[in-house]
């Protein structure tokens, strides 16, 4: 049920600026008030978007905290395969990768 | 009658935001067909125009998820994205809450949906609006089918949801208009983003311009999954727009752009006449 918590913070981030402005300023009091493991936990304070993938994250959640921290559109994809060459493959939700590591069906 | 106009089309947060990556010429035309939807939307001459997209998490969540919703606000604001990010400006859409409240106490004669009074549109509505009323001058009305967290309403509600939105645009007095946003196939958002099955695309479609029901709706989430991708799951909302317009579709405009991540759709469906509730 911990990914829920995980999701729950990414829907908050995405539309609220005083959510974005608490992960700037005081991010660990704003991640206390998320039911976390310490694997999710660790993986967002440290913005780790490869890792947050294979913990099963909605991907339309995921690319706009990949935007928040300034990541590039094709940067933000190639986290997602060091993601899963580093972890393994996706753990939960239907944003699984059916491609390869090195498939760049879009060119990127 | 009052529904004037009836379409589908892309809603790729990709057709705005990555354009400057796309192939010049394929992203020009397809730029210029979805600004000819927006002419003969136009045409048809609206007072408003409901959109029925399929959201990813902008006002929607698991905790409270509405398999079926509509806005009801006199003004909403979008897109929710970065505007950066997503290459098009933030700024408040006009709503018309009155002739909200009407569609949405008719529809509820015959479909359960939830209604909202705040309404921030994300890129299923936004990218849209950016192509068809770039003056945003026809006020919207959102409407959403949840396509992103399962369990999702089957198809044969999404159905019935478009045959309720047909009999509320029949009952009110106002000139509306009806465009349903989404993907056929894709795999957007993952490492897979590109990937498109055109086969499935293309079938999908040939059955939407039939306006072939029992074909539309014979789909599992399990082969959609398989086919179509997560991104497939967004087949809801043009199944709901053939319920509501009921006559046959025209394909203007097809082509898969791997950078959008979609099989880019621009299409329109001819509004028939319909049995009135109980007929």
Redesign the interface.
């Given at each position: 049920m911990s990914l829920?918590g995980l999701?729950?913070f990414l829907?908050h981030l995405?539309?609220d600026p005083r959510v974005q402005s608490r992960y700037r300023d005081e991010r660990d009091a704003l991640l206390d008030e998320y039911p976390l493991t310490v694997e999710e936990r660790g993986a967002i304070a440290s913005g780790d978007i490869g890792l947050i993938?294979v913990l099963g994250a909605?991907?339309?959640?995921?690319?706009?905290f990949a935007?928040?921290l300034g990541m590039p559109?094709p940067g933000y994809?190639q986290c997602?395969?060091d993601g899963?060459t580093k972890h393994g493959p996706v753990r939960a939700g239907?944003?699984?990768?059916?491609?390869g590591?090195t498939e760049?069906?879009?060119?990127? | 009658m009052s529904l004037v106009y009836a379409g589908v089309c892309s809603h790729a947060p990709g057709i705005t935001g990555r354009a400057d990556m796309a192939e010049p010429l394929v992203r020009d035309r397809f730029h210029a067909a979805f600004r000819r939807m927006g002419e003969d939307l136009h045409a048809a001459r609206p007072d408003a125009l409901i959109v029925v997209g399929a959201e990813h998490f902008g006002n929607f969540f698991m905790n409270n998820m509405p398999s079926f919703a509509i806005g009801m606000a006199d003004q909403y604001e979008g897109p929710i994205e970065d505007p950066a990010w997503l290459k098009i400006e933030r700024r408040g859409i006009p709503g018309n809450a009155g002739l909200s409240r009407r569609i949405i106490t008719e529809v509820m004669q015959s479909a359960d949906v939830a209604y909202s009074e705040e309404w921030k549109f994300d890129h299923a509505i936004s990218v849209p609006l950016h192509f068809l009323t770039p003056q945003y001058d026809i006020p919207v009305i959102p409407a959403n089918i949840n396509c992103q967290g399962p369990p999702l309403p089957p198809l044969h509600r999404a159905w019935n949801f478009g045959e309720a939105l047909r009999r509320a645009a029949d009952a009110v007095p106002e000139r509306i208009a009806i465009v349903a946003t989404g993907g056929i196939s894709h795999w957007p958002a993952t490492p897979d983003s590109g990937k498109i099955n055109w086969a499935w695309d293309r079938e999908f479609l040939e059955r939407w311009r039939r306006n072939d029901r029992a074909a539309l709706l014979s789909y599992t989430d399990v082969e959609t999954y398989r086919d179509g991708g997560q991104g497939g799951f967004e087949i809801r909302t043009f199944i709901a727009l053939a319920a509501a317009a009921g006559g046959a579709g025209t394909v203007h405009f097809c082509e898969p752009i791997p950078i959008f991540a979609v099989s880019c759709t621009i299409g329109e469906m001819s509004v028939e006449n319909q049995p009135s509730p109980g007929t």
């Amino acid at each position: 049920m911990s990914l829920y918590g995980l999701q729950k913070f990414l829907y908050h981030l995405n539309r609220d600026p005083r959510v974005q402005s608490r992960y700037r300023d005081e991010r660990d009091a704003l991640l206390d008030e998320y039911p976390l493991t310490v694997e999710e936990r660790g993986a967002i304070a440290s913005g780790d978007i490869g890792l947050i993938y294979v913990l099963g994250a909605n991907g339309q959640l995921l690319m706009h905290f990949a935007a928040y921290l300034g990541m590039p559109w094709p940067g933000y994809i190639q986290c997602m395969r060091d993601g899963v060459t580093k972890h393994g493959p996706v753990r939960a939700g239907v944003y699984t990768m059916t491609t390869g590591v090195t498939e760049k069906v879009a060119g990127v | 009658m009052s529904l004037v106009y009836a379409g589908v089309c892309s809603h790729a947060p990709g057709i705005t935001g990555r354009a400057d990556m796309a192939e010049p010429l394929v992203r020009d035309r397809f730029h210029a067909a979805f600004r000819r939807m927006g002419e003969d939307l136009h045409a048809a001459r609206p007072d408003a125009l409901i959109v029925v997209g399929a959201e990813h998490f902008g006002n929607f969540f698991m905790n409270n998820m509405p398999s079926f919703a509509i806005g009801m606000a006199d003004q909403y604001e979008g897109p929710i994205e970065d505007p950066a990010w997503l290459k098009i400006e933030r700024r408040g859409i006009p709503g018309n809450a009155g002739l909200s409240r009407r569609i949405i106490t008719e529809v509820m004669q015959s479909a359960d949906v939830a209604y909202s009074e705040e309404w921030k549109f994300d890129h299923a509505i936004s990218v849209p609006l950016h192509f068809l009323t770039p003056q945003y001058d026809i006020p919207v009305i959102p409407a959403n089918i949840n396509c992103q967290g399962p369990p999702l309403p089957p198809l044969h509600r999404a159905w019935n949801f478009g045959e309720a939105l047909r009999r509320a645009a029949d009952a009110v007095p106002e000139r509306i208009a009806i465009v349903a946003t989404g993907g056929i196939s894709h795999w957007p958002a993952t490492p897979d983003s590109g990937k498109i099955n055109w086969a499935w695309d293309r079938e999908f479609l040939e059955r939407w311009r039939r306006n072939d029901r029992a074909a539309l709706l014979s789909y599992t989430d399990v082969e959609t999954y398989r086919d179509g991708g997560q991104g497939g799951f967004e087949i809801r909302t043009f199944i709901a727009l053939a319920a509501a317009a009921g006559g046959a579709g025209t394909v203007h405009f097809c082509e898969p752009i791997p950078i959008f991540a979609v099989s880019c759709t621009i299409g329109e469906m001819s509004v028939e006449n319909q049995p009135s509730p109980g007929t």
